[in-house]
């Protein structure tokens, strides 16, 4: 007779939600949540990958695919379409073979 009687409970028992749970719930600034860390925090600007190839390519000596590849982390056919992307927007890359070293890409100065 326990059989029924737990089905009997359990149907009977009422059903609750937990409420639901964001990734992050907004804080008040009285407790120095979330709101309070934005307010007093300046933006800075994180440097992007294309920064940081614009950077490379602007030194007197330039940069070498392999140079790219270890600064952005990117495959090798991604870092040449990089620079395809960056004559299209209006950069003047150049590209020179040069013995022992194979081809350097540098900015050309305007």
Known sequence: MTDSSDAIALATKPHT??????????MDAASGGYAAAEA?????????????VLSLLKRPEGATIDQLVAATGWLPHTTRA?????????????????????????????
């Open 82 to 110: 990089a620079l395809t992307g960056l004559k299209k927007k209006g950069h003047a890359v150049t590209s020179e073979k040069l013995q022992g070293q194979g081809r350097v890409y540098r900015l050309k100065s305007a």
């Open 40 to 52: 007093t925090s300046t933006p800075t600007k994180r440097k992007s990958k294309a920064d940081q």
């Open 17 to 26: 939600k937990r409420p639901r749970k964001m990734a992050r719930e907004p």
